[in-house]
């Protein structure tokens, strides 16, 4: 049973919550770094319901997602808490899209787009320890179905 939980998320709970992940020294204009204070509200993007902000220094416009993978894309905030979730759980993008009312699709693109991120930012340094350990996963391994055999 899939259980459509995007229903009972509260959106400015969602908001708050990747406020303070995507910008933990407080939302910034990206251009001259000028604090939010320094902003003032220009409009509400029309596909994801964000606050879209005009910098009084430099007239920069920003928002919530400015500066992250999500920079330009219509989701949600609710929308992005969940996928964040489902993604970081392994959740298979099949279930994740039914949960969050999304295509298979969209899921998949940004699923890939996520890991692509993580492998960027990954630190290329050695590890300190002179021993490590380490273990595979192979993330919704066979979630990809074969078409039925035919006979003959």
Request: proline fraction near 5%.
């Amino acid at each position: 049973m899939d259980f459509p939980i995007i229903d009972l998320l509260d959106e400015e709970t969602c908001i708050a919550w990747l406020m303070e992940y995507f910008h933990p020294d407080g939302l910034a204009c990206p251009h001259c770094r000028a604090p939010y204070t320094e902003s003032r509200f220009f409009r509400v993007n029309s596909g994801s319901g964000l606050e879209v902000y005009r910098c009084r220094r430099c007239d920069g416009v920003y928002h919530l997602y400015s500066g992250t993978v999500f920079e330009g894309s219509q989701l949600t905030p609710t929308h992005v808490v969940l996928l964040l979730r489902g993604v970081l759980q392994g959740q298979s993008s099949a279930q994740l899209a039914r949960e969050i009312g999304l295509t298979e699709k969209t899921v998949l693109k940004w699923r890939h787009r996520l890991q692509a991120n993580a492998e960027r930012l990954q630190p290329e340094a050695p590890l300190p320890d002179l021993e490590t350990e380490s273990d595979e996963m192979f993330q919704n391994a066979g979630e990809k179905r074969c078409g039925t055999l035919r006979s003959g």
